[in-house]
């Protein structure tokens, strides 16, 4: 008789789920830079020990999000905020490239992931607060399925560095509207086309004057 064979469950340590809290937080600027990470407290907070807290501050430290002192313990770091027409000059070159490097190898899967944001985004209204949300899991949805870990960190850096995430000077419509013709580029798997819209999409973006 033939043993059925049960599929292994993806199995998520308590140091991995920690790291992905924590990034999330500094990402959209709840914890804000300078901010002082109290082991104990955010052990309380994510109910487990401090020592999967303490390897997430180790993990976090090597991607650049946070600073370690013998004295002052952990802190989320001060980055460089830079001037605005610098931060997005450099977010278009990282994120066309993290466009091309994703056309050739984002799945149906990834298309309908971001087709499924990118709806959800068209039903808010202008001021809804979910809208940031959903625009930072879309951008970053992107920068996964570039398959470059480096490119994914340089992302959060950025993106901490804008204080929870880039403003930009047109309306939701208009930027869903780009966001569709980045999709199809994915679609078609057009590298030049994906690195060619998601450019103008983010420079598009830069405040005038």
Do not use: C
């Amino acid at each position: 008789m033939t043993e059925s064979v049960q599929p292994a469950l993806n199995y998520v340590s308590k140091t991995d789920m920690v790291v992905a809290l924590i990034r999330e937080l500094i990402i959209t600027g709840e914890l804000p830079a300078g901010k002082q990470l109290r082991q104990r407290d955010l052990a309380a907070r994510f109910h487990v020990s401090q020592t999967p807290v303490r390897e997430a501050m180790r993990r976090l430290e090597s991607e650049g999000l946070v600073v370690g002192d013998a004295h002052r313990g952990f802190t989320v770091v001060e980055a460089d905020s830079g001037s605005t027409e610098e931060n997005f000059q450099i977010r278009a070159a990282l994120e066309s490239l993290g466009a091309a490097l994703a056309a050739p190898k984002i799945d149906e899967a990834g298309i309908a992931r971001l087709t499924d944001l990118n709806e959800r985004m068209r039903g808010l209204a202008e001021n809804d607060p979910l809208y940031p949300e959903l625009n930072r899991e879309f951008h970053f949805t992107l920068y996964e399925y570039s398959h470059s870990p480096l490119l994914l960190s340089l992302m959060r850096l950025l993106w901490q560095a804008l204080h929870g995430g880039p403003r930009v000077n047109r309306s939701h419509a208009e930027s869903i509207s780009q966001h569709e013709l980045i999709i199809d580029a994915l679609r078609r798997g057009d590298t030049e086309g994906a690195r060619k819209v998601t450019y103008e999409h983010i420079m598009g973006a830069l405040p005038l004057g």
